[in-house]
């Protein structure tokens, strides 16, 4: 199994709607965040999570919002999806008793608004 | 601010030796990552260095030199499964020394022909 999961792979839906992205995890981090990824211009920090009750904006967070409803699940939302928020997310982790570890990524949510 | 450039993409031959680079411009350099990326799939880690020097894991080695800002990933006995992206990660001790945030730069496509 994949120690960081996300939900779903692949989504397709329309402008307007409400969409969440969901990540869990079970190596036991207690550091995670979200990317999307664009073509041409790499992986750019939405938003991340130290702690359960530690919610901090990345360089991109307009337009998302996020809840770490748990140590193990980080959820990125899209209150009212536009186009140009089609991208491919990925949710990372990595471990504050070790910060020169890598982060860890999972398999990425292909997210397409129409 | 944060500035990291790579090659766009670079072609090498099966067996043979390719060198990516990267170069950065941070406030407070704390570390360098280089990650691979096939496409479509999560980044998965490769190397750290924070100290001059060659780091060396097998097939793959990562140098750095912090005066330059300068830093090169090494791939020898190139197979075909070694084509894929590859992406150069600095973290900024400007965003604290501990937090483990990263920039990433664009990424280096590399294709490996027989």
């Known amino acids: 199994d994949a120690d960081v999961t996300q939900t779903p792979r692949n989504r397709i839906t329309k402008t307007g709607k409400r969409i969440m992205l969901e990540c869990s995890q079970t190596?036991?981090?207690?550091?995670m965040y979200w990317y999307r990824q664009d073509p041409g211009l790499g992986l750019r920090l939405i938003y991340y999570s130290f702690d359960v009750k530690d919610i901090n904006k990345g360089e991109i967070s307009d337009g998302y919002s996020v809840s770490r409803q748990a140590q193990a699940k980080f959820s990125l939302s899209l209150e009212s999806a536009i186009p140009n928020q089609t991208a491919l997310y990925f949710c990372?982790?990595?471990?504050?008793?070790?910060?020169?570890?890598?982060?860890?990524f999972g398999d990425g949510t292909r997210l397409s608004i129409l | 601010g944060q500035n990291i450039d790579q090659p766009t993409e670079m072609t090498a031959t099966e067996g043979a030796i390719v060198q990516i680079n990267c170069t950065y411009q941070?406030?407070?350099?704390?570390?360098l990552f280089w990650y691979q990326q096939h496409a479509g799939e999560a980044p998965t880690f490769l190397s750290y260095?924070?100290?001059?020097g060659l780091e060396e894991k097998g097939r793959f080695s990562s140098f750095l030199s912090r005066s330059k800002g300068y830093s090169y990933l090494l791939l020898k006995e190139l197979q075909m499964k070694d084509s894929a992206s590859y992406l150069c990660a600095v973290r900024d001790r400007q965003y604290g020394g501990a937090t483990n945030k990263l920039i990433f730069g664009t990424g280096t496509l590399l294709a490996v022909q027989p």
């Open positions: 941070t406030s407070g350099f704390n570390g």
């Open positions: 260095n924070v100290l001059d």
């Open positions: 990372a982790t990595s471990d504050r008793q070790n910060s020169n570890q890598p982060q860890h």
């Open positions: 190596k036991g981090h207690d550091r």
